[in-house]
C-alpha cells in the first residue's frame, strides 16, 4: 500500500511539474510547439490588446488551429462581445517577441480607414502608395502586382532547387518601409528555412508596386556564395540592396 501511495504522489508531482514547466516557457516556445497556450499568453495578450482599439476589451481566448507550414498558431478571441480571429507567430525582427495578425475583423488602421473614407469624384492623380503590412512570405496575397513582377524577374536564375527564392515562401521578416537611392520602397527579407546563413534574399517593393528590385544570395555544394541582383539594380540601388541584406534588418535608410 505504502508503494502505491508513493507511485501516485510521484505521478502527482510529475504532472505538475509538466503543467509548471509549460506555463513558465515564453510565447515564441508555445508558438513553435503549435500549443494551445500560446493563444492565452501573457506576451500574446500584450500584442493582441495593442492591436485592438483602446475601448475594446478582451473576454475570452481559445485555440483554433496550428499552421505548420507557416509556424503559426491560430486563435480565436471574444472582444467586447464580438469574434475576432488571429494569428501568432515569431517576431523575426524582434528575437524573443511574438507577433499578432488580425484576420478578422481587419487591423484598425484598415478600420479606421475605411469609416473615414467618403465618395468622390473621379480623379487623375495616381492611386495611394501601399502600406508596408504583412510578412514577406504573404507578398503573394498583399502585393500581387509586385509578386508577378518578382516571379517574372527570378526566372532565369538558377533556382531549380530554391523555391523559397521563387515563392517567397520561407523564413521571412515583416515587410516594413525603407528608403533608397532617393526613393521609398517597401522592404522584405526571406532565407531558406533551417538554412538562412548564405541562403537568403530581399526584395524592395516601389510603393505603386510597378518596380521590383532585389538581391538572392546562394551557398553552392562547394560553399561558395554568389549573389544574383533582381530587377536591373543601378550601382547605386545595388550597393543599397547589398546593405540591407547584410546589415539592414532594422535599418530604413541606405547609408
Same mark, same amino acid.
Given at each position: 500500500?505504502?508503494?502505491?501511495? *508513493?507511485?501516485?504522489?510521484?505521478?502527482?508531482?510529475?504532472?505538475?511539474?509538466?503543467?509548471?514547466?509549460?506555463?513558465?516557457?515564453?510565447?515564441?516556445?508555445?508558438?513553435?510547439?503549435?500549443?494551445?497556450?500560446?493563444?492565452?499568453?501573457?506576451?500574446?495578450?500584450?500584442?493582441?490588446?495593442?492591436?485592438?482599439?483602446?475601448?475594446?476589451?478582451?473576454?475570452?481566448?481559445? *485555440?483554433?488551429? *496550428?499552421?505548420?507550414?507557416?509556424?503559426?498558431?491560430?486563435?480565436?478571441?471574444?472582444?467586447?462581445?464580438?469574434?475576432?480571429?488571429?494569428?501568432?507567430?515569431?517576431?523575426?525582427?524582434?528575437?524573443?517577441?511574438?507577433?499578432?495578425?488580425?484576420?478578422?475583423?481587419?487591423?484598425?488602421?484598415?478600420?479606421?480607414?475605411?469609416?473615414?473614407?467618403?465618395?468622390?469624384?473621379?480623379?487623375?492623380?495616381?492611386?495611394?502608395?501601399?502600406?508596408?503590412?504583412?510578412?514577406?512570405?504573404?507578398?503573394?496575397?498583399?502585393?500581387?502586382?509586385?509578386?508577378?513582377?518578382?516571379?517574372?524577374?527570378?526566372?532565369?536564375?538558377?533556382?531549380?532547387?530554391?523555391?523559397?527564392?521563387?515563392?517567397?515562401?520561407?523564413?521571412?521578416?515583416?515587410?516594413?518601409?525603407?528608403?533608397?537611392?532617393?526613393?521609398?520602397?517597401?522592404?522584405?527579407?526571406?532565407?531558406?528555412?533551417?538554412?538562412?546563413?548564405?541562403?537568403?534574399?530581399?526584395?524592395?517593393?516601389?510603393?505603386?508596386?510597378?518596380?521590383?528590385?532585389?538581391?538572392?544570395?546562394?551557398?553552392?555544394?562547394?560553399?561558395?556564395?554568389?549573389?544574383?541582383?533582381?530587377?536591373?539594380?543601378?550601382?547605386?540601388?545595388?550597393?543599397?540592396?547589398? *546593405?540591407?541584406?547584410?546589415?539592414?534588418?532594422?535599418?530604413?535608410?541606405?547609408?
Amino acid at each position: 500500500m505504502r508503494w502505491l501511495i *508513493f507511485t501516485l504522489l510521484a505521478a502527482v508531482l510529475g504532472v505538475a511539474g509538466c503543467q509548471r514547466e509549460r506555463l513558465t516557457q515564453s510565447a515564441v516556445d508555445l508558438v513553435r510547439a503549435g500549443a494551445p497556450e500560446a493563444c492565452s499568453h501573457a506576451d500574446v495578450q500584450s500584442a493582441l490588446g495593442a492591436r485592438l482599439p483602446g475601448d475594446v476589451g478582451v473576454e475570452e481566448i481559445i *485555440f483554433s488551429g *496550428f499552421d505548420h507550414e507557416r509556424l503559426r498558431v491560430r486563435c480565436e478571441a471574444l472582444t467586447s462581445g464580438r469574434p475576432v480571429s488571429f494569428e501568432v507567430a515569431q517576431n523575426l525582427a524582434r528575437p524573443g517577441r511574438v507577433t499578432v495578425i488580425l484576420s478578422a475583423p481587419a487591423e484598425p488602421e484598415a478600420l479606421a480607414a475605411a469609416a473615414a473614407a467618403v465618395p468622390s469624384r473621379p480623379s487623375a492623380s495616381p492611386p495611394p502608395a501601399a502600406a508596408a503590412r504583412g510578412y514577406t512570405y504573404d507578398v503573394p496575397e498583399t502585393y500581387p502586382a509586385a509578386f508577378t513582377l518578382w516571379r517574372r524577374q527570378v526566372r532565369g536564375l538558377p533556382l531549380e532547387d530554391r523555391p523559397w527564392a521563387r515563392t517567397l515562401q520561407g523564413t521571412a521578416v515583416p515587410v516594413r518601409k525603407a528608403y533608397m537611392a532617393g526613393a521609398d520602397y517597401l522592404l522584405g527579407g526571406v532565407c531558406e528555412p533551417h538554412n538562412c546563413g548564405g541562403n537568403e534574399a530581399i526584395l524592395m517593393i516601389s510603393p505603386d508596386q510597378t518596380r521590383v528590385l532585389g538581391i538572392i544570395r546562394l551557398t553552392g555544394p562547394d560553399r561558395r556564395v554568389v549573389d544574383h541582383l533582381v530587377g536591373s539594380p543601378s550601382a547605386l540601388e545595388a550597393r543599397c540592396l547589398a *546593405f540591407y541584406l547584410e546589415n539592414g534588418s532594422d535599418a530604413q535608410r541606405c547609408p
